[in-house]
């Protein structure tokens, strides 16, 4: 193995970094990322419940350890000792390895994150990442397809009515959102070349260079300003494929009473809670890796401290990113009210997929005049006529032409027959007879006057 | 035998294993299930032969999508726990014409190559698969992408029987409300 400059620069690991690690190396990331997941999904419980309360102008959980600080914790210890209760219609097999598939490709999906650069821990150079592969994007969105299946089996194996409707919607609404998702990061492999979440951190390290009006502006490297649709459009996507407010139809408690985990209970459910949380900690890190420049410092710090991005530092910018996305995901389930389920599905498949798939064409075509393959005549005369056609077909879609609008006595003579009666139009609704004496008893004032 | 050699056997056993429980288990989803399995056995078995985008989108496609859309379909009619008594296909033709055509297919196959030794190529990135499909595949590829959506076209026309007769049924409507 080459050795490694340990100096206070960042040094990014390369797919063979991993192939040199040793096995105890692997197994102390292993259960580094293990427990580092535990203890997250502990504190983003507490942080949700406390940031909630306060835009609720509520104290939150204030009890159990400093500050309250302790709550999720102990949540955490007496769920698995409350009672097993397992329904008498339940497919028993499938009731129990539902929890088990949530729980397990959640914590699958986080083994290619990559937390930092290369360090030296215990005397060996390795990479803060478990492991990496030249695919590792895809490994993510297979595990996050995979976790479908905890949800739809949960719904179905329980053997009742409102968690099989949870599960159905579910399974569609997730399977909605990760064709959406998956769009978006399209765009992130065309731009960075590579399909490894090490390398498309190391691909947003430095912006290329632009000629503008004769200067040269050195784009930003993250993709969430190069790539700012793609970028919308994975945010969206992945509250909708985490089933979170205001997309958590599956649980909606008003009309599924929880959705699929309804007749769960003990550590079962615990598992699902444990998988829900830690899927949205992954697209959190999964949208610092492709979009936030990863593990990198944010643009003005490497300028005045060189050895920002060297060590283990790098474990400090990467989760101060993800904690600012996940008070994203709070702040929406504080202020949004659900959508319905025809909007939420509408504007999957009619506004999302089109506008990334256009977003795609668009890249694509700018790629390719970037790169010098055609003339520059040729790019600004396909531009424009690019632009003119947007323009004619702008102008001339049809507009959706607007219902007349009918009076209420139109309305009821077009009611089929057999139709319930309505109270006559001009019906006067007598005051109470509270109101009455309370105007009665008043009237002697309006007499003084 | 080398160790690739061992786990693309376990995993063909695995795979053909769980196919045939697909087929036998009167239990609805959990044949659904076993075809996960099945479809997860094949993935791992391109894994195996280096093939890493394909064993990974192999997972994405047939095991994140299909096998859920289909599992999907048959709870949306019915979702019955426990073994379907009137699962009552004869079995004998279906094993006859099943066994004899995967045989045969496998004797074919070890006659047709047994004596020719191939090297073990690159391994299957992202690059050498896009130029596959995109250089010397594209004819199939796009013909592929028509049949998909003349199957996706035909399947809205079958689900929308209103679409056609949307002027007939506005025509009686009238009718009706004269």
């Known amino acids: ?449 | 035998m080398t160790v690739a050699d061992v786990l693309l056997l376990a995993l063909g056993a695995v795979a053909v294993g769980a196919g045939v429980l697909v087929v036998t288990s009167a239990h609805l989803v959990r044949s659904g299930l076993y075809l996960v399995v099945s479809l997860g056995a094949m993935a791992g078995l391109y894994l195996v032969l280096g093939a890493e985008l394909v064993a990974w989108v192999q997972i994405l496609v047939y095991v994140g999508a299909v096998v859920v859309l289909l599992l999907f379909a048959v709870m949306l009619t019915r979702a019955p726990i426990g073994p379907s008594t009137d699962l009552d296909r004869p079995a004998l033709p279906a094993v006859l014409i099943g066994g004899g055509a995967g045989l045969g297919l496998a004797a074919l196959f070890a006659d047709a190559f047994r004596w020719t030794f191939y090297a073990m190529p690159e391994p299957g990135t992202a690059e050498r698969v896009g130029e596959q499909i995109f250089g010397g595949w594209v004819l199939p590829f796009e013909v592929l992408s028509i049949l998909l959506l003349s199957a996706l076209v035909g399947a809205i026309v079958l689900s929308r029987p209103d679409i056609g007769a949307r002027a007939a049924a506005t025509a009686t409507e009238h009718e009706r409300g004269a």
């Open chain 1, 1 to 449: 193995m080459t050795s490694f400059v340990t100096a206070a620069t960042a040094v990014d690991p390369t797919l063979e970094t991993f192939e040199n690690d040793i096995w105890w190396i692997v197994l102390i990331k292993l259960v580094g990322v293990f427990a580092l997941l535990l203890l997250l999904t502990l504190f983003t419980i507490n942080y949700e419940r406390k940031v909630v309360a306060r835009m609720a102008v509520r104290p939150g959980p204030n009890q159990v350890g400093p500050k309250g600080w302790l709550q999720s914790l102990t949540d955490g210890l007496k769920l698995p000792f409350k009672e097993e209760i397992i329904p008498k219609t339940a497919d028993k097999v499938v009731y129990f390895i539902a929890p088990v598939i949530s729980a397990t490709t959640a914590f699958t999906a986080f083994s290619v994150m990559p937390f930092g650069g290369v360090v030296n821990m215990f005397g060996h150079q390795t990479a803060l990442q478990l492991t990496d592969v030249p695919v590792s994007v895809l490994v993510l969105l297979a595990c996050s397809s995979m976790s479908v299946y905890g949800v739809v089996l949960a719904g179905w194996a329980s053997g009742s009515t409102y968690p099989l409707l949870g599960g159905l919607r579910s399974s569609a609404q997730m399977i909605s959102y990760e064709v959406a998702m998956g769009l978006s990061i399209v765009a992130v492999f065309m731009t960075a070349g590579t399909m490894s979440t090490s390398q498309i951190v190391a691909a947003q390290a430095s912006g290329d260079p632009v000629q503008l009006f004769g200067f040269e502006v050195t784009a930003p490297g993250w993709y969430a300003v190069q790539l700012l649709p793609s970028f919308i459009i994975y945010m969206i996507a992945a509250v909708g494929e985490t089933n979170r407010a205001p997309f958590d139809l599956p649980e909606a408690e008003s009309e599924l009473v929880g959705g699929f985990h309804t007749e769960y209970s003990s550590f079962k459910f615990a598992l699902f809670f444990l998988a829900e949380y830690i899927n949205m900690i992954t697209v959190s890190a999964f949208c610092t890796t492709l979009f936030l420049g990863g593990w990198r410092a944010p643009a003005p710090i490497t300028t005045f401290w060189e050895g920002a991005n060297s060590g283990y530092w790098p474990l400090l910018w990467f989760f101060g990113k993800v904690l600012i996305l996940l008070f994203g995901f709070i702040w929406l389930r504080a202020t949004l009210p659900r959508m319905r389920y025809d909007q939420f599905m509408r504007f999957g498949w009619k506004v999302l997929i089109p506008v990334s798939l256009v977003w795609i064409l668009f890249l694509a075509f700018f790629k390719v005049a970037r790169s010098g393959a055609i003339s520059d005549t040729t790019r600004w005369v396909t531009t424009g006529v690019v632009a003119v056609l947007v323009l004619a077909i702008a102008w001339g879609w049809p507009s959706p032409k607007k219902p007349k609008q009918l009076s209420i006595e139109e309305e009821l003579h077009q009611r089929p027959p057999g139709s319930f009666p309505v109270p006559p139009m001009d019906l006067q609704v007598p005051p109470s007879p509270r109101v009455r004496r309370a105007v009665a008893e008043r009237d002697p004032v309006s007499k003084e006057v």
